[in-house]
Antibody, heavy 121, light 107 residues
Framework: QVQLQESGPGLVKPSDTLSLTCTVS??????????WSWIRQPPGKGLEWIGY???????DYNPSFKGRVTMSVDSSKNQFSLKLSSATAADTAVYYC?????????????WGLGTLVTVSS | DIQMTQSPSSLSASVGDTVTITCRAS??????LNWYQQKPGQAPKVLIY???NSQSGVPSRFSGSGSGTDFTLTISTLQPEDFATYYC?????????FGQGTKVEIK
């Protein structure tokens, strides 16, 4: 059973870059069946897809993040990562790393536990 | 972006009731519609994918239907562990988008 685990600072200062890493265990980020997504959820609110990265390095980002987001994959460590620049209080949220099954069907089939990132000085 | 609209936003129901949640897409999405359940403090988990396919391990009381722009999630014989928030999500195109959620509460 694949497991995903987010890691990174829980507190980020305004205007700094929010950086998170997701470590995948029990499976490989090199699998061609999956994209690797980041999804966030502000406290008490709904879910927002940030984007995904494929094992080849191909990425697709939500335009609402206006060029602030960068995702990458590190196959040697079986990890993928998120960087969100120019952070503001509006970026305070629980961030989930998620496996995005995208073969015959397309859905988020495995989620990390989530990590709360607070943007505050 | 494809907008997903769920209704109702919240509902109160009793154990044993049958509950129906609807989700409408702002444009045609074929059957690329998934349903997730989220309990407080937990990550969402997929219940239904491709409009009507049940994820492995999901109780048979959860069912989904619909295609095009209109979809439903039905929970038959509501159980205590089903009180949670439910989200629909389209995977027809990116950006992937979610409905605003439906909170199912105990009456």
């Amino acid at each position: 059973q694949v497991q995903l685990q987010e890691s990174g600072p829980g507190l980020v200062k305004p205007s700094d870059t929010l950086s998170l890493t997701c470590t995948v265990s029990g499976g490989s980020v090199n699998s061609g069946y999956y994209y690797w997504s980041w999804i966030r959820q502000p406290p008490g609110k709904g879910l927002e897809w940030i984007g995904y990265v494929y094992y080849t390095g191909y990425t697709d980002y939500n335009p609402s993040f206006k060029g602030r987001v960068t995702m990458s994959v590190d196959s040697s460590k079986n990890q993928f990562s998120l960087k969100l620049s120019s952070a503001t209080a509006a970026d305070t949220a629980v961030y989930y790393c998620v496996r995005d099954y995208s073969e015959l069907y397309r859905y988020f089939d495995q989620w990390g536990l989530g990590t709360l990132v607070t943007v505050s000085s | 972006d494809i907008q997903m609209t769920q209704s109702p936003s919240s509902l109160s129901a009793s154990v044993g009731d049958t509950v129906t949640i609807t989700c409408r897409a702002s444009q045609f999405i074929s059957r690329y519609l998934n349903w997730y359940q989220q309990k407080p403090g937990q990550a969402p988990k997929v219940l239904i994918y491709d409009a009507s396919n049940s994820q492995s391990g999901v109780p048979s009381r959860f069912s989904g239907s619909g295609s095009g722009t209109d979809f439903t999630l039905t929970i038959s014989t509501l159980q205590p562990e089903d009180f949670a928030t439910y989200y629909c999500q389209q995977s027809h195109s990116t950006p992937r988008t979610f409905g605003q959620g439906t909170k199912v509460e105990i009456k």
